[in-house]
């Protein structure tokens, strides 16, 4: 077998065992790897109605063919687990030298199931597995667990991926950190290292990756990283995706003081033209890759000064144009906050906004604050929350729990702001100006997501009438979504899918160069909907019914008030007929089932006698 | 005629402006607008312009006044239209 190691590693904290699962061609080629393997993974070793801080709730790992080998870009892994936030399926991906240790230490997967007794980490050293104590690490953030662990093993090119204290005290929104400034950021996967009494997964990993042509692989690969350190990758390598606050902006979909308008007057303050101007120290790259996009920034005077980190876009607007903050270093305090304390920057930011709207309608005070006034640009006040929510104190312990919860605890009218759809806070495109991608987030299977839907692009780049809804939106969304899953399970990084001619053949062939298993284009795009499916077979495993496709109130009722979408909305009877038109684009029935017939021809047959209809 | 060009990204790095008036006859079109822009800003040439066509570099395209895309370059754009010369990135 050339590139898979054909192994999944399954361990269990509670009882400090392991065992390796033989998994075999077929196996392998009918989910790849990436989202669409971890997905596998956690259906089959998550059960029904698990709770997600339970130790029944599985957090399954997995890499991707091109892990590890030369193909660009292919150094990623994905976490798939039941989601403390949303309850469905919390799938996410990071990427980098880590990605590469799992496969290099000798699997294509990892499932961990249990929960410890006392903190530990796990040390994967090739095949031997350590459950080591981690009770002088916990407290520790991201960075300093990365660190102490490389120390106590004396080894630097030991790779981790860690909880931070907010993963420890279970906010909601904890993410797993590796490579210091990697993040499986969305949907909570840190919360559940949380609950398992895992710190952290260090790994050494040292076997050769054989590929099964070298030469045909070296020379493709050649011509795809050449492509992509050329134009088509530029807006990446210069700005970063900070660029996109300065056109979104323009477009009027830029999120401002919690979604209640599409245009920050101060975008010009936090684009990334300023950043690049006045904070950037260099852009760097993941492991293996060509393009080099994370722009790191210091804040080199001020009373943050000497605060580091790395931006992109969706940390930006979180914490910047939501919360009506103009100030970049304080933009850059708040993400350096939520990097070392190992939570998502996208759900805190949103979190915290609604928290400065409960602010300033009166609906939560200044005595509810512990002292602190949060209206709309106090950076000051926003980092003091983003502490209180790592740690769980005072106000933070609701705010941990994300908006959804935290609405409805609160209510007074604050649902109707609390900006999420099953749970999982938006992101940054305001869909009432995007149609397309208004469907796209309400149908999301892991809740609203620019990378697991793609829906934004038809509408930013003019392929559709981007104000207007229409049935034919279904498919659009569907085909976006297909795409992405793609990208997410062969595990290509989503920059370089503008370097393809055609990404199913050009997949298809870099797969067979590196597995030497033959896969035709229309397989690999028949991956995409396996993988989608498959994911939505575990929202319905898990309980999810139509009603849980829909957005928030506000999308619904609040017509966006100046700017170029001014007067833009989603009415519901459109949002309505586009899903209908989604599922039936689907192929699902009108409820948003899947049918056995569908999910046989996906080749998921047992999934098809579990929840097919 | 008088043509508003705001510029993003690249083009705004290459440039050093936001925005810049462009001069073109009556009946042009947004090719003869690229044109014009690289001839005022000549290191757009290559990153952003392919110099033999003057078509622009993909992920580059024209959107009008903010509220439609410019599916070709061939289209004639009118007085006092603002051609926003931008991209999207995804991600991060």
């Not at chain 1, 990605?99 to 903190?119: Q, V």
């Not at chain 1, 649902?415 to 309400?442: I, S, V």
């Not at chain 1, 898990?542 to 008030?561: A, Q, S």
């Not at chain 2, 402006?17 to 947004?30: G, H, I, P, Q, R």
Request: proline content about 5%.
């Amino acid at each position: 077998m050339f590139a898979y190691a054909g192994k999944i590693l399954h361990i269990d904290l509670t009882n400090q065992k392991t065992r390796v699962e033989r998994v075999g061609e077929d196996f392998l080629k009918k989910y790849v790897g990436g989202v669409c393997l971890a997905a596998r993974l956690a259906y089959d070793n998550t059960p029904k109605g698990a709770d997600p801080l339970s130790p029944e709730n599985a957090l399954c790992l997995a890499t991707g063919a091109f892990c590890g080998t030369i193909v660009p870009v292919g150094n990623k892994y994905s976490i798939a687990t039941k989601s403390p936030l949303t309850g469905f399926i919390g799938d996410c991906l990071s990427s980098s030298y880590f990605a590469a240790s799992i496969k290099r230490a000798g699997y294509d997967g990892i499932a961990i199931k249990g929960k410890a007794e006392r903190p530990i980490y796990l040390f994967i050293d090739d095949d031997i597995v350590q459950f080591r104590d981690a009770s002088g690490l916990w407290g520790m953030e991201t960075w300093q667990t990365e660190e102490a662990i490389r120390s106590e093993i004396g080894d630097e090119t030991v790779r981790v991926a860690s909880a931070g204290p907010a993963g420890e005290k279970l906010v909601l929104f904890a993410n797993v950190t590796n490579d210091r400034q990697r993040q499986a950021g969305r949907t909570g996967p840190g919360a559940v290292m949380g609950s398992k009494n895992l710190k952290a997964i260090a790994i050494r990993g040292t076997q050769p990756i054989p590929v099964a042509d070298l030469e045909g692989l070296s020379k493709a690969c050649l011509e795809l990283s050449q492509t992509a350190q050329g134009t088509k990758t530029e807006k990446y390598r210069i700005l970063g995706t900070p660029s996109n606050v300065l056109t979104l902006n323009r477009l009027g979909i830029l999120p401002t003081r919690n979604f209640q308008q599409g245009v920050f007057e101060a975008a010009e303050k936090i684009s990334g033209e300023y950043m690049h101007e006045h904070y950037t120290d260099k852009a760097v790259s993941c492991a293996g890759c060509p393009i080099a996009c994370e722009q790191n920034v210091t804040v080199k005077e001020g009373a943050y000064a000497g605060t580091r980190t790395s931006i992109d876009y969706e940390s930006l607007f979180a914490n910047g144009s939501l919360c009506g903050i103009d100030y970049f270093p304080g933009i850059i305090k708040a993400i350096e906050l939520c990097d070392r304390y190992g939570m998502d920057t996208m759900s805190t930011g949103v979190t915290v906004a609604w928290a400065m709207e409960c602010f300033e309608r009166g609906i939560l005070t200044k005595e509810d604050f512990d002292g602190l006034e949060p209206y709309f640009g106090n950076h000051e006040a926003a980092t003091a929350l983003i502490e209180k929510i790592a740690r769980r104190e005072g106000i933070g312990d609701l705010l941990a729990q994300g908006v959804k919860r935290a609405s409805e605890k609160v209510g007074k009218g604050s649902k109707h702001f609390a900006m999420h759809a099953k749970g999982l806070e938006m992101c940054g495109y305001d869909p009432r100006g995007l149609q397309t991608f208004a469907l796209g987030c309400a149908v999301g299977t892991r809740g609203p997501c620019h990378n697991r839907s793609l829906a934004y692009e038809p509408d930013v780049r003019g392929e559709v009438d981007r104000f207007k809804a229409e049935p034919g939106r279904g498919h659009v969304a569907k085909d976006a979504e297909e795409f992405a899953a793609i990208l997410d399970t062969m595990m290509f990084c989503k920059f370089i899918r503008g370097c393809f001619k055609d990404l199913y053949a050009d997949s298809a062939r870099l797969y067979t160069l590196t597995t030497g298993i033959e896969i035709t284009p229309e397989e690999i795009k028949k991956l995409g909907e396996r993988a989608w499916n498959l994911k939505k077979a575990f929202n319905i495993r898990e309980g999810w019914t139509k009603d849980d496709d829909w957005l928030p109130p506000r999308f619904l009722k609040d017509p966006i008030p100046e700017g170029t979408s001014k007067g833009c909305v989603v009415k519901p009877k459109d949002l309505r007929m586009m899903i209908d038109a989604y599922y039936q684009a689907r192929g699902w029935t009108p409820e948003g089932l899947i049918p056995k017939e569908k999910l046989i021809e996906l080749g998921l047959e047992d999934i098809a006698e579990d929840i097919g209809v | 005629m008088r043509l508003t060009v705001e510029l993003y990204g690249l083009a705004r790095q290459l440039s050093k402006e936001k925005e810049v008036m462009v001069e073109v006859s009556d009946d042009a079109t947004l090719r003869d607008v690229v044109a014009a822009l690289a001839e005022r800003f000549p290191s757009f040439l290559g990153p952003l312009v392919v110099p033999e066509t003057y078509d622009l570099v993909d992920p580059y395209f024209f959107n009008i006044d903010g509220r439609r895309v410019a599916r070709s370059l061939d289209i004639k754009p009118k007085e006092d239209e603002h051609l926003l010369l931008m991209f999207v990135t995804a991600g991060g």
